[in-house]
């Protein structure tokens, strides 16, 4: 697919800025007035419908950051290039952007398999990514941060939250076949077997793009769990939901947590198939805070008021934010120099409330909230924690 260079923002004038051999040392695409960041997503294939959102948030940040002055006074460009839903496209593209382009950051991928795919590059090539999703832990590198939630702030804390509500014991764990639903779900049985003293009654995975959910339907119904714990993604989620719903499993009959629908794929399954299911989340677009309304108007008027926002999506858009904060308090765009920098560093307008990238480990502190959909496709927030200090390594879960 060929390159789309994108010169996000207005033509407004910037304040001169350091100079150009003060802050780019290493041959960064950093001219006196611009500086390159990639992007690097499915824009086509099976996770479009996750990684659309990502796409649209990033571009917005980028495009109130250039309005804003840009960073250290040079306006941001952006070289959009599509993974495809492809993990080998997402390397191949990763080494374009970084060696060929030699752009100063990328913000990119969804699934953990794309991260994998491209993570010995950023290290290899000393690059830098701003990696959007929740996700299976883990990991740590000196060339990411991540700004969705790691497993204790999601599938530990909401596992936590339904046996406590709702007095679960039993538990049908499901996810698309690849690294981060069953690295997941390994986790999620060592908590409910070794925490919660429950039971884990089925578990199953699907290829990507599956759409044919009728035997594990028949399972689920034999084995009656008190939760269906769903780790399915793409564009398998509305025919997985649209099946439930056919077969009589309902939100008034069931409960089902799942910690891989946001607001974006319940565009797709049609709010109608999730009511009354529940998702485990750190960001929902009915949040009502002041940061958030505003995020979501600036969000409808660029791309209009049926547009929607997932949990990624705003965790996206909190990517180019703490970029440009890391940069300014480094005072370089050098990777080193910006890596050094990110500890510590604050978003207080982040539309999910205040946010801040961990002293080590480069994940961000964040709430869990629980959500339960409606008609709609909307969620409304039941629960809501204290800040979660992100722990990408657990004892006893790895």
Same mark, same amino acid.
């Given at each position: 697919?060929?390159?789309?260079?994108? #010169?996000?923002?207005?033509?407004? *004038?910037?304040?001169?800025?350091?100079?150009?051999? =003060?802050?780019?040392?290493?041959?960064?695409?950093?001219?006196?007035? =611009?500086?390159?960041?990639?992007?690097?997503?499915?824009?086509?294939?099976?996770?479009?419908?996750?990684?659309?959102?990502?796409?649209?948030?990033?571009?917005?940040?980028?495009?109130?950051?250039?309005?804003?002055?840009?960073?250290?006074?040079?306006?941001?460009?952006?070289?959009?290039?599509?993974?495809?839903?492809?993990?080998?496209?997402?390397?191949?593209?990763?080494?374009?952007?970084?060696?060929?382009?030699?752009? #100063?950051?990328?913000?990119?991928?969804?699934?953990?398999? +794309?991260?994998?795919?491209?993570?010995?590059?950023?290290?290899?090539?000393?690059?830098?990514?701003?990696?959007?999703?929740?996700?299976?832990?883990?990991?740590?590198?000196?060339?990411?941060?991540?700004?969705?939630?790691?497993?204790?702030?999601?599938?530990?804390?909401?596992?936590?939250?339904?046996?406590?509500?709702?007095? #679960?014991?039993?538990?049908?764990?499901?996810?698309?076949?690849?690294?981060?639903?069953?690295? +997941?779900?390994?986790?999620?049985?060592?908590?409910?077997?070794?925490?919660?003293?429950?039971?884990?009654?089925?578990?199953?995975?699907?290829?990507?793009?599956? =759409?044919?959910?009728?035997?594990?339907?028949?399972?689920?119904?034999?084995?009656?769990?008190?939760?269906?714990?769903?780790?399915?993604?793409?564009? *398998?989620?509305?025919?997985?939901?649209?099946?439930?719903?056919?077969?009589?499993?309902?939100?008034?009959?069931?409960?089902?947590?799942?910690?891989?629908?946001?607001?974006?794929?319940?565009?797709?399954?049609?709010?109608?198939?999730?009511?009354?299911?529940?998702?485990?989340?750190?960001?929902?677009?009915?949040?009502?805070?002041?940061?958030?309304?505003?995020?979501?108007?600036?969000?409808?008027?660029?791309?209009?008021?049926?547009?929607?926002?997932?949990?990624?999506?705003?965790?996206?858009?909190?990517?180019?934010?703490?970029?440009?904060?890391?940069?300014?308090?480094?005072?370089?765009?050098?990777?080193?120099?910006?890596?050094?920098?990110? #500890?510590?560093?604050?978003?207080?307008?982040?539309?999910?409330?205040?946010?801040?990238?961990?002293?080590?480990?480069?994940?961000?502190?964040?709430?869990?909230?629980?959500?339960?959909? *409606?008609?709609?496709?909307?969620?409304?927030?039941?629960?809501? +924690?204290?800040?979660?200090?992100?722990?990408?390594?657990?004892?006893?879960?790895?």
């Amino acid at each position: 697919m060929a390159t789309a260079l994108l #010169a996000a923002g207005s033509a407004a *004038s910037l304040a001169a800025g350091p100079p150009t051999a =003060t802050v780019n040392t290493t041959g960064l695409a950093v001219t006196d007035d =611009t500086v390159t960041v990639g992007q690097l997503h499915s824009a086509t294939g099976t996770m479009a419908i996750s990684e659309t959102g990502s796409i649209q948030a990033e571009q917005l940040a980028i495009e109130q950051i250039n309005e804003a002055g840009g960073i250290l006074g040079r306006k941001i460009k952006i070289i959009v290039e599509d993974g495809a839903s492809d993990w080998p496209t997402f390397a191949e593209k990763a080494k374009k952007l970084l060696v060929n382009d030699k752009v #100063a950051a990328v913000f990119g991928c969804w699934t953990s398999a +794309s991260r994998k795919a491209v993570l010995p590059v950023f290290e290899k090539e000393n690059g830098m990514l701003y990696y959007p999703t929740f996700y299976e832990g883990l990991e740590q590198s000196k060339n990411v941060i991540y700004t969705g939630q790691e497993a204790t702030q999601q599938i530990i804390a909401g596992l936590d939250w339904m046996a406590k509500q709702k007095k #679960a014991k039993t538990f049908y764990l499901i996810g698309s076949d690849y690294i981060w639903p069953r690295t +997941s779900n390994k986790i999620a049985r060592k908590h409910i077997e070794n925490v919660l003293k429950g039971e884990v009654v089925g578990e199953e995975y699907y290829a990507l793009g599956h =759409t044919q959910f009728g035997s594990l339907i028949n399972k689920i119904k034999l084995k009656k769990p008190d939760v269906i714990y769903a780790i399915v993604v793409g564009g *398998s989620n509305v025919s997985f939901y649209k099946q439930l719903k056919a077969a009589g499993i309902t939100g008034d009959k069931a409960t089902l947590l799942t910690i891989s629908v946001t607001e974006d794929e319940a565009l797709g399954i049609g709010g109608e198939n999730l009511v009354g299911f529940y998702s485990a989340m750190k960001y929902f677009q009915s949040l009502d805070n002041p940061n958030n309304k505003k995020f979501v108007e600036a969000f409808k008027k660029k791309y209009g008021d049926k547009a929607v926002i997932g949990d990624v999506t705003q965790a996206a858009y909190l990517g180019p934010w703490l970029w440009k904060l890391t940069v300014e308090k480094a005072g370089s765009f050098d990777i080193d120099k910006v890596a050094a920098a990110s #500890a510590g560093v604050e978003f207080k307008e982040a539309p999910e409330g205040y946010v801040r990238i961990h002293d080590s480990n480069h994940h961000l502190w964040s709430k869990l909230r629980i959500g339960q959909w *409606s008609t709609d496709g909307q969620a409304k927030v039941l629960y809501e +924690s204290e800040l979660i200090e992100p722990n990408p390594f657990p004892k006893g879960y790895q």
